[in-house]
């Protein structure tokens, strides 16, 4: 799926395109959401600046969009492969054969949800992963640089997205609680700020802090949804995690209990955490089971501990009056996750289709994008305002305006006084706005209205031009 012409395999990728597409361009990452282009950058700036570099280096421009997308599915690719080896590395040091160590990780591939293909999350993973890692070496070798290395691996967690505090909380907790180091809390605690910082100025040091605010504090204000409380155990998306749940909770207990393993303690404590970070952040409107990552990874990685150590520890089945091992349980709740998250992906490939390959989806819009270039002579500072996403508002980076409508709708839905847009709607129907472009399909300018209720325009101002690869083209017009 690398080479896919497909805008959004999980997570609405194309909005991490566009903030890669501004770098490229030479633009500041963060812009104020309620002026220019209105376009919200919701995450920390690692990732945009990582691809932007690489793109550089291969000569991919920020028009480019396809080539770009290509890039960011080559490097989740590798930073997912990376999780992997590093995942190797911790069962291994619960002396594991390295065969059996890679062969308990690679189940790691098939818990990552499309968020991981393209988006930053596969480099936010490994950072996590690398950073628990890193503790866990200290912990056997009692080296201070590996509390700086975890410190630096979990900087740049953080610095890829913002729930990379739950890396740092993890091993704070097993600092305080578990080896009893305060001191060595407050060095960890103080390199962690401090490679945030230096690596948040490296990527944007002429950037001003309110605009960070603005886009990756603010952009994630979508509102509390108390509806998944129930859906994380009765979800179509989330009954093959509910075993799962159950299994760590054993896990904990078995950590506290029987089992005395320092690295499996410290992933049980990465257990719990994780798994009460993901329901409370989880409440946020548009949360899905992505956030439940860090959690089904942990859990693997303590899965091999528990079948070696869970045979004589029986869990009572009240209903039938028997018991369970809790090696036999935790072999029942893999292979229902592994199954089903192995007959999902292919359902989705060759059944339903979901990962689609739009090749003529993009053509059609390159070549509108010509018609624009080569018929209308668009001018520089001219404003189009896109009704489907697609391809569109990347292909037309330097004219598109309000891109990240899906964030803007999540945001505005929460609180309508989170970011001013009356700039937007004094000036959607008086001439900011020169063009609207609607699919064929859908050929009406407020059909955004719905989900962003702010917007209405002047049927009135604004004239069909011409219908060109299945869009109609709307200019705008003083005399209407």
């Known amino acids: 799926m690398i080479h896919y012409y497909n805008n959004n395999l999980g997570g609405i990728e194309l909005n991490v395109v ?5 770098i490229l361009l030479g633009h500041p990452l963060y812009q104020d959401p309620a002026s220019g282009s209105y376009a919200v950058m919701q995450y920390t700036p690692l990732w945009y600046y990582f691809i932007a570099g690489i793109a550089k280096l291969t000569g991919v421009t920020g028009l480019n969009v396809q080539g770009i997308f290509v890039l960011c599915r080559i490097a989740a690719l590798l930073f997912n492969l990376l999780t992997i080896s590093v995942c190797a590395l911790i069962i291994r040091g619960m002396k594991f054969s390295w065969l059996h160590s890679f062969v308990f990780s690679l189940p790691v591939l098939m818990v990552l949800t499309s968020h991981y293909y393209t988006r930053g999350d596969s480099m936010h993973l490994f950072m996590f992963m690398a ?24 900087a740049g967690c953080i610095m890829v997205k913002q729930s990379g505090v739950l890396c740092t909380g993890i091993i704070c907790c097993c600092l305080l609680f578990i080896h009893r180091k305060y001191l060595l809390t407050v060095l960890y605690v103080a390199c962690t700020t401090v490679f945030s910082y230096l690596i948040l100025r490296l990527c944007i040091p002429g950037s001003s802090p309110h605009l960070f605010y603005l886009n990756a504090w603010l952009g994630l204000k979508n509102g509390i949804g108390l509806s998944f409380l129930y859906t994380l155990f009765a979800g179509r998306y989330f009954l093959d995690l509910v075993p799962f749940y159950f299994l760590g909770g054993l896990m904990s207990y078995l950590a506290i209990n029987t089992i005395k393993d320092t690295t499996y303690r410290i992933l049980a404590t990465g257990i719990t955490l994780s798994w009460l970070f993901a ?28 079948l070696q150590n869970g045979q004589e520890q029986k869990i009572s089945i009240r209903l039938s009056g028997n018991s369970l091992r809790v090696s036999t349980f935790a072999f029942i709740a893999f292979f229902i996750l592994i199954t089903s998250k192995t007959t999902g992906f292919f359902s989705a490939v060759y059944i339903e289709k979901s990962f689609k390959n739009n090749i003529q989806e993009y053509a059609d819009e390159q070549q509108l994008y010509h018609y624009f270039q080569d018929t209308l002579k668009i001018k520089k500072g001219e404003k189009i305002f896109f009704t489907e996403r697609r391809f569109l508002d990347n292909l037309f980076i330097e004219y598109a305006i309000m891109p990240t409508k899906d964030v803007v709708n999540l945001v505005y839905t929460a609180d309508t006084a989170t970011y001013n847009y009356s700039g937007f709607t ?10 609207i472009v609607t699919s064929e ?30 869009y109609s083209i709307y200019a705008y017009s003083h005399s209407g």
């Open 279 to 306: 329901v409370v952040t989880g409440l946020k409107t548009g949360s899905s089971n992505n956030y439940f990552t860090e959690f089904l990874v942990m859990v693997l990685l303590a899965f091999p501990c528990t």
């Open 18 to 22: 566009y903030g890669i597409q501004r």
């Open 131 to 154: 950073a628990i890692a890193a503790y866990i070496q200290h912990n056997k070798k009692g080296a201070v640089q590996y509390i700086i290395l975890a410190a630096l691996f979990s």
């Open 441 to 470: 399909k859908r050929d009406d300018i407020n059909v955004c209205s719905d989900s962003l209720p702010f917007i209405h325009f002047d049927k009135n101002k604004f004239k069909l031009v011409t219908r060109v690869s299945g």
């Open 426 to 435: 004094t000036g959607m129907n008086t001439g900011m706005i020169k063009y």
